[in-house]
């Protein structure tokens, strides 16, 4: 058996694999087409008979590089880079439902990807039932439909932090016969394998841990290969009958493990574009060389800073899955004994007011609509992206009016801390 590299050397040294005389850093395949030197050459490439380049919005080698790294990293078996985390999600669900199909997703996701599930999938005929993942299993198959088609959850929510039961999804999904569609954007493989606890499919936003930098917005889905399609090719005919669009090829048939990353380049990619440009790719690459490094240190000063929050009277309450007295804490030691993620949330006793005044105060940590860089950040979802709900729609969306996200960055701790108590002074 190959030796398994660990996390730390994929990063470094994963999807790229330069041959003799060739680049030793991953290059930028910076261009739209591909040259062939026969028109068969070029049609057996159409025709998905060979594998091989020759559009970049269907595939890209800078792109595929990159892909492969992030594949390598969660243990999967196929991997596709696409332009957002949205994008990501949004394919991820695309793949496998079409108008008249149900989700089921857990309801304290990031809202953008709640809105995607409930407004926007809406308008394409795909249903989406939002449950509380902390609700027993019993409860939880009440949800499923006979037109269910996955699962959705996030490994920890944003800006929630709840700390998802994946086994328990994972669970409910297979006996219902439907893949768990993970998204790890905030654990990142380096701290959490969502595959190695029955997850089908993973998505990420790389705009957040894996670039690192706010630089380059993207986003990646990953198959473990582990579902089995054809075991219940009636409810996943996308995938188990022939695609009249590529002359009638059987994903599963052709592809085997590769067949849902096949599918949704083939089809959704060739469809509708949602690209990541080799150029963005190239600097996600970049990132992700260093994010062994970053994440733990992520995570050790969020705790720090979370264990200083916490003993502050002005400090109403605080979620941070890494503290002992946070309500996740057993599942995050379970799922993540290295760490959990740098991102807190917490409310200050003088609420929204003091929200506000306190962010003003803040000189090192910066306000900014992002989360999960090197730079330490913050955002009041209440005055910003859910600024049009009032207060008991806030509370609703599972956002408490006065709830402020802090993305603790890799700068020195003592430093952090010292910007939190002038700010809060």
């Known amino acids: 058996m190959d030796h398994q590299q660990s996390p730390e050397t994929i990063c470094i040294q994963g999807g790229w694999q330069p041959k003799n005389g060739e680049p030793r850093i991953l290059p930028i395949y910076q261009s739209t087409t591909f040259k062939y030197e026969t028109s068969e050459q070029m049609g057996r490439l159409f025709d998905l008979e060979e594998n ?17 790294k992030i594949c390598k990293l969660e243990g999967g078996v196929a991997a596709m880079l696409t332009s957002s985390g949205q994008a990501a999600n949004m394919y991820a669900i695309l793949n496998i439902c079409s108008a008249g199909d149900h989700v089921v997703s857990a309801a304290t996701i990031y809202g953008g990807t709640s809105n995607l599930f409930t407004v926007t999938l809406k308008r394409f005929g795909i249903q989406c039932t939002l449950v509380d993942p902390d609700a ?3 409860e939880l198959k009440k949800a499923f439909q006979p037109n269910t088609k996955a699962v959705f959850g996030e490994t920890i929510a944003n800006p929630a932090l709840v700390v998802l039961d994946i086994e328990k999804f994972a669970r409910l999904a297979h006996s219902h016969q439907v893949p768990l569609i993970i998204d790890n954007t905030f654990a990142t493989p380096i701290n959490c394998r969502p595959f190695q606890w029955g997850a089908d499919i993973v998505t990420h936003s790389t705009t957040k841990y894996m670039d690192g930098h706010a630089m380059t917005v993207g986003g990646c889905i990953v198959d473990s290969g582990n579902f089995d399609w054809e075991q219940y090719a009636d409810k996943f ?43 963005n790719a190239f600097l996600l690459n970049i990132g992700l060389e ?4 970053r994440v733990p240190r992520h995570c050790e000063n969020a705790l720090a800073v979370a264990q200083y929050l916490e003993s502050r009277d002005d400090v109403g309450w605080i979620h941070y899955p890494g503290l002992k007295s946070d309500k996740y804490y057993g599942l995050a030691q379970k799922y993540m ?15 929204r007011k003091a929200a506000a005044a306190f962010m003003d105060k803040l000189k090192l940590a910066a306000i900014v609509t992002h989360v999960a860089d090197a730079r330490t950040c913050v955002l009041h979802p209440a005055s910003h992206t859910h600024r049009q709900l009032n207060d008991e729609q806030l509370v609703e969306a599972g ?10 960055g890799i700068e020195n701790v003592n430093d952090i801390i010292a910007d939190l108590k002038q700010a809060l002074a």
């Open 290 to 293: 260093t994010l062994h490094l």
């Open 136 to 138: 027993p299993e019993e």
């Open 52 to 68: 091989g380049y020759f559009y970049t919005r269907l595939a890209n080698p800078t792109n595929d590089a990159v892909a492969d």
């Open 337 to 351: 004994p290295k760490g959990t993620c740098g991102v807190i949330s917490f409310g200050l006793t003088g609420g």
């Open 399 to 408: 956002v408490d009016p006065s709830l402020i996200r802090l993305s603790v």
């Open 237 to 279: 005919p996308g995938l188990t009958t022939p695609d009249d669009s590529y002359h009638g090829i059987t994903y599963t048939k052709k592809f085997g493990k590769a067949a849902y990353i096949t599918k949704a380049t083939a089809q959704l990619m060739r469809d509708m574009g949602s690209i990541q440009a080799p150029q």
